[in-house]
């Protein structure tokens, strides 16, 4: 039997961006707050001169066990779902700061069509424009409402940026200069200048120089040492909840974090949650943490199953399409990409950080005329210079034989003489792509796994042929002696990396006919929880979602606060 402890004001699923978030502004706001975290503590110190690509890239050392916890995963319903038993497609954050830990920062603000996709396609290209099957759907927000939290998570993070001249428009430019321009982002710039084009360079959560924040936390500069993605970051120059908010959040004394605790359901009655059950995994002890207030800011396929396996919400049911826990799940689409070898120029690709890159999004979102293109939306298209760590880069031309003599003379040559330009993909959802409980395998606890049933469909591998050619296109205008065009899109498959993008689920809307929260992320079926992250994504840009992730946590917190005082659905 469960041992219930005293009641708090709001208790917190997950200790990442949206739960450090929550427990920032909750605790000023003087509500007491409680985090369960299911992995374990973090701190800087933890990082300090660990520069260890196969501790931390290839052995996964921040992401979850699989052995205990994974998905299962299909294409479709006709065949049988079966457990990602490695890593593969995408990476599951596991820890104190979670995803927010591992990130490679690049902090980008959705489009304003994202927010009124359907109403702004329609508006422009008619209703035939969206196939049948595809179930986007308008936000119940616009990006003019949101705005304002967009910019409060760039202060908090500190976010390193130019303005973005086909963005939403800003009502304050980024609080700290943009990144260094490296000799090959500088050819990128030029390039896409002579085609036209419209070069900014990424926003960065890797500060550009010591920076001060609101709350008066101090970071500093960035050191481009190529260790960002999969791993912490060792000087707190990249911006990750555990030297941001969740100090803040333990000054005020109202926030209490327990990690190792691992929340199995949410407890209701009457349509109102009355707190969570959760196991403490260090010792297999069970505990009831009752409280007013629930909110829910685990990982995307965390969120959906614990609703699904608590009964909140109504399930989504593919077949005819209502339902709303589960639905619209998306990915990223991004197999389009160009590599350019060149014979006799070098770069030192080897310095870098999560996001020193240049971008352009003159065929992202509704930026260009999509009226004779078999596809909505679009992708961003970027180089950029993460770090060429050794163990993971080993990019040759396509003709170079697999091993021997010739391999490692390739291997040699082209370590620093090869450049990628590559797209990032918007995701749209489709009735036949969606999240539900997998009837036959389960975790350590006897509980049941989420299953995906996903695929790429024609729409994306249109997209992919489209801007496959575009990259190749700007890496022809910077010089490559021989440019290598990926354009052709298969069939979804798990077992190679291609981004931990995944959004949907519990989708946030104007009605809760088509949603599962508002836009607070406030559960219309049941109004003292609240579901946070990219699960709120009615469908996926052509963007990193954390920045829209991080916008949406601070609305979702106000309407925490408001809720707090006064009960009911907040509007």
């Known amino acids: 039997m469960a041992t219930k402890l005293a ?19 909750l605790t000023k706001a003087g509500l007491s707050v409680v985090g369960l975290e299911r992995g374990k503590e973090r701190k800087t110190e ?69 927010f009124e996709i359907k109403s702004k396609t329609i508006e422009r290209y008619g209703k035939n424009k969206i196939p049948e ?45 943009p990144m260094k321009i490296s000799p090959v982002m500088k050819m990128f710039a030029d390039a896409c200048k002579g085609l036209s084009y419209h070069p900014y360079i990424m926003p960065s959560a890797n500060l550009s120089e010591t920076y001060t924040n609101p709350d008066g936390i101090t970071r500093a ?38 990690t190792h605790s691992n929340v199995r359901r949410i407890l209701h009655k009457d349509n109102k949650a009355t707190g969570v059950m959760y196991v403490d995994v260090t010792t297999g002890e069970e505990f009831e943490q009752p409280a007013d207030i629930v909110v829910v800011t685990s990982y995307v396929f965390n969120n959906v199953r614990l609703l699904l396996t608590s009964n909140v919400g109504r399930p989504y049911d593919p077949a005819t399409g209502t339902g709303v826990i589960g639905k619209n799940y998306a990915y990223q689409v991004e197999a389009a990409a160009a590599v350019g070898f060149y014979e006799n120029k070098e770069f030192n690709l080897f310095a870098g950080a999560g996001s020193l890159a240049m971008t352009i999004d003159d065929f992202n979102g509704d930026n260009f005329d999509h009226k004779d293109l078999n596809f909505i939306h679009g992708a961003s298209i970027s180089f950029g210079q993460s770090g060429n760590r050794p163990i993971q880069n080993n990019t040759v031309p396509p003709d170079t034989p697999s091993w021997g003599k010739d391999f490692k003379a390739s291997s040699i040559k082209y370590f620093n003489r090869n450049i990628s330009v590559w797209a990032e993909g918007s995701c749209m959802p489709y009735q036949q792509h969606f999240l539900d409980l997998d009837p036959t395998y389960k975790d350590s606890f006897g509980d049941p796994l989420v299953r995906i049933t996903f695929d790429f469909e024609e729409r994306d591998r249109e997209l992919v042929k489209f801007m496959g050619t575009k990259c190749g296109e700007v890496l022809k205008q910077m010089g490559a002696d021989q440019v290598v065009t990926y354009n052709e899109q298969g069939p979804y498959e798990i077992t190679h990396y291609q981004s931990t993008h995944n959004t949907g689920g519990v989708i946030m809307g104007a ?31 052509g963007y990193n979602p954390t920045g829209t992730v991080g916008a949406l946590a601070y609305r979702a917190a106000d309407g925490i606060v408001k809720y707090s005082k006064s009960g009911g659905m907040l509007v």
Not at 11 to 22: E, Q
Not at 236 to 255: C, H, L, N, R, Y
Request: net charge negative; glycine share 12%; with cysteine.
């Open 46 to 114: 933890d990082y300090y001169m660990v520069h260890d690509e196969l501790r931390y890239a290839l052995r996964y050392e921040m992401f979850q066990d699989l052995s205990k916890e994974t998905i299962t995963f299909r294409n479709n319903e006709k065949i049988r779902a079966l457990p990602m038993r490695s890593y593969g497609s995408f990476l599951l954050g596991e820890g104190l700061g979670g995803a927010g830990s591992h990130w490679n920062g690049q902090t980008f603000r959705f489009l304003p069509y994202d």
């Open 7 to 25: 009641k708090v004001d709001v208790v917190i699923v997950g200790v990442g961006w949206g739960g450090g978030i929550i427990a920032s502004e």
């Open 511 to 541: 009605s809760p006919d088509t949603s599962a929260v508002n836009s607070y992320l406030q559960m219309w079926d049941m109004e003292n929880v609240f579901v946070v992250g990219a699960s709120a994504f009615a469908h996926n840009s």
């Open 221 to 258: 500069a960035c050191q481009y040492c190529g260790f960002c993605e999969r791993f912490g970051c060792e000087y707190g120059a990249k911006a990750e909840p555990i030297v941001t908010v969740i100090p803040v959040a333990k000054k005020t004394g109202k926030f209490e974090i327990r």
């Open 133 to 177: 099957g595809m179930t986007i759907q308008d936000w119940g927000i616009t990006y003019d409402q949101l705005e304002p939290y967009f910019l409060q998570f760039e202060k908090m993070a500190g976010i390193s940026g130019e303005e973005n001249p086909l963005g939403g428009k800003r009502s304050e430019k980024y609080p700290t200069p």
